[in-house]
């Protein structure tokens, strides 16, 4: 990763290449948002940041309660866009 990168991007680029490679599978439930405060260190509003961009790229669905899942065609979206820093 680019240490001159916000947490958020940091986060939001390797959640979405474990898509691209096929580690988070369409079902697959990505991290939570007290997973990624963890893991990354951010703050409750970053990490929902990070969800939101996700949503909005149309990686990820949210099902209230239970979380946040990649859906169907994720990866080849990612990889048809090039994307992978946010």
Do not use: F
């Not at 390797?14 to 697959?28: K, N, S, V, Y």
């Amino acid at each position: 990763m680019h240490p001159s990168r916000s947490k958020w991007r940091q986060a939001y680029a390797a959640i979405c290449d474990r898509i691209r490679t096929g580690e988070l599978a369409p079902g697959d439930r990505v991290p939570t948002v007290h997973e990624l405060m963890t893991e990354w260190g951010m703050s409750n509003t970053v990490a929902q940041k990070v969800h939101r961009a996700l949503r909005e790229a149309g990686l990820v669905e949210t099902e209230p309660g239970t979380g946040s899942y990649v859906l169907e065609g994720a990866a080849e979206k990612l990889q048809a866009a090039g994307e992978d820093d946010g």
